[in-house]
């Protein structure tokens, strides 16, 4: 069973230079692209200057992920909580690396902590069910340990099985930090407050974002002519799951060699056809005309959306025959 990191850290936005905020984007390019090695060598070099740097720290707990470091970025997350304990993500991750360790137990915890502070936030609420389905799992084999005959626990145990082999092919990371102002204290009072309506977004603000929607995939896509690894690259989320099941370290190698390997790439994108979930999240399919000196490709792509610290990444990408 996989589970969902955080890749950007949505909660606060506390750099307070531009030099951080290039230092946090840097990073986190170098760890799509699958270089965390480097990436985590800029962020001790910046966070020896700049120990309070909460997004740098949280970058370079998911560089310490990337790497396979769990130990080190356990205790990272687990001091960026100590510092910043209002904000889910670093809780989410914290979980992911203690259910991959089969601490399942604490990884619930983690979770349930994550989703106190902030109820909608949906990659903790999947990784708290499949850790719930995982704990189930363990329950059912200690009980048909004690009583192996037992055809209803046996049952029980397969369906659970099956359940966590549907889950979902790679983990999940957080993000950077949108801005976010302290909370006022409120007085109390004997009922609850009612919760104000939230307002649907406009048709204008729709239109807006699908235009930054069409912009994130021209400069993807001018990236990707330019054969400008990092920038294209670049355009991913931190939480972007390849198509397939494909691990990520894979994918972003056959993706940069698809970029680097050939003298002269021509990229031509037709037939756009673009759908806006809402003002946070989009899907776009267009016709993907990809030639080389080496290959060329006619597929229907679609990618999902996803706007992240006020950039629209790509969450997720698939290619059908057209």
């Known amino acids: 069973m996989k589970f969902k990191l ?6 606060i936005a506390l750099s307070s230079s531009a030099g951080a905020a290039t230092v946090v984007q840097d990073a986190r390019q170098l760890i799509a692209s699958g270089d965390a090695g480097i990436a985590l060598v800029q962020l001790d070099t910046w966070l020896a200057g700049n120990p309070k740097d909460a997004e740098a720290r949280f970058m370079r707990a998911m560089a310490l992920s990337r790497l396979d470091r769990k130990p080190e970025a356990i205790r990272a997350f687990t001091d ?4 910043q304990p209002r904000y889910p993500e670093p809780y989410n991750n914290l979980g992911v690396l203690l259910a991959g360790m089969g601490d399942y137990a604490k990884a619930r915890t983690a979770f349930e902590t994550a989703l106190s502070k902030n109820p909608q936030y949906s990659s903790a609420q999947q990784n708290l069910a499949d850790v719930n389905l995982a704990l189930a799992g363990e329950a059912y084999q200690k009980l048909l340990a004690m009583d192996p005959g037992n055809t209803v626990a046996q049952a029980k145990l397969e369906l659970l099985r099956s359940l966590q082999g549907s889950a979902p092919a790679s983990p999940v990371a957080a993000a950077t930090p949108a801005a976010a102002t302290e909370p006022a204290a ?3 009072s004997a009922s609850p407050a009612a919760t104000p309506p ?3 977004p406009s048709q204008a603000d729709l239109q807006a974002a699908g235009k930054d929607v069409a912009a994130s995939v021209r400069d993807w896509a001018d990236a990707w002519i330019k054969q400008d690894v990092k920038r294209h690259l670049g355009h991913y989320a931190g939480d972007f799951t390849p198509p397939g099941g494909m691990p990520l370290t894979k994918w972003i190698e056959q993706r940069r060699s698809s970029m680097v390997k050939p003298k ?3 990229l031509k994108i037709e037939e756009v056809k673009l759908a806006m979930l809402n003002e946070q999240q989009a899907r776009i399919s267009f016709r993907q005309s990809y030639q080389s000196d080496l290959s060329k490709e006619v597929v229907i792509k679609t990618l999902d959306m996803r706007k992240i610290a006020g ?3 790509i969450a997720a990408e698939r290619n059908t025959n057209p």
Do not use: P, T
């Open 6 to 11: 955080a890749a950007v850290f949505l909660g």
């Open 80 to 83: 960026l909580i100590k510092d």
């Open 186 to 188: 409120a007085e109390a």
């Open 198 to 200: 939230v307002a649907a």
């Open 264 to 266: 002269k790439i021509n």
């Open 311 to 313: 950039s629209w990444m």
